[in-house]
């Protein structure tokens, strides 16, 4: 990677890491409900700086998702993101997975295909998080909340938190790759 490349990770990497650790900023926690934006810098790095550079920022957002989960995790949920399987892994696999996409899809400057990308790849990190929870937290939940039926517990989940996570990002990756394309320009 290029100096000018390697600041603009450094600078992904660290608004991630900000989202991540204040509060109610990157994670917000509203009830039982947990909206994330913290996959947004992922998409950026994949739109911008390709494979690598959404793989690593994928790679910190689940470190710091498991940072948060261990140090205040607000519900028996977010305990189980206290395994880097559940929150790490998936995030990983979801920066890499942004990667190819962006790398498919941002051909031109278009603020519906930003839209499309940003909602897209929100649904692929829920879904992946949603296997790692499954292969990796269905017991704990059954245990703790007493989730007998994981299936309707994740489409319940699903319904509610992802569609809404998705539309923001889409929204959110429109008006700031349009940004972002204007500095690029200058």
């Known amino acids: 990677m290029k100096t000018k490349e390697l ?9 991630t890491i900000l989202l991540g650790i204040i509060p109610n900023i990157g994670i917000i926690q509203i009830g039982i409900i947990s909206l994330t934006i913290l996959h947004i810098p992922v998409i950026i790095a994949g739109m911008i700086l390709g494979i690598n550079g959404s793989a690593v920022t ?3 957002f ?6 948060v989960a261990s140090t205040r995790g607000a519900t028996p949920v977010d305990l189980l993101f206290v395994n880097p399987l559940v929150s790490v892994l998936p995030r990983f696999l979801f920066g890499i997975i942004t990667g190819l996409i962006c790398k498919k899809f941002v051909k ?3 603020a519906v295909t930003y839209g499309l990308i940003g909602f897209t790849c929100s ?3 829920t879904i992946l998080v949603y296997i790692a929870l499954y292969i990796w ?3 704990t939940l059954q245990i703790e909340l007493g989730v007998f039926n994981f299936f309707k517990y994740l489409v319940g989940a699903i319904s509610i938190n992802s569609i ?3 539309i923001v990002a889409g929204v959110i990756m429109i008006g700031l790759m349009k940004g972002i394309k204007k500095l690029k320009t200058r």
């Open 58 to 60: 994928g790679l910190v």
């Open 164 to 166: 809404i996570e998705a």
């Open 62 to 67: 689940g470190l710091t998702s498991f940072f």
């Open 137 to 139: 937290g269905q017991k």
């Open 123 to 125: 649904i692929i990190h």
């Open 7 to 15: 600041t603009k990770l450094a600078m992904l990497l660290a608004i």
């Open 108 to 110: 031109k400057d278009d």
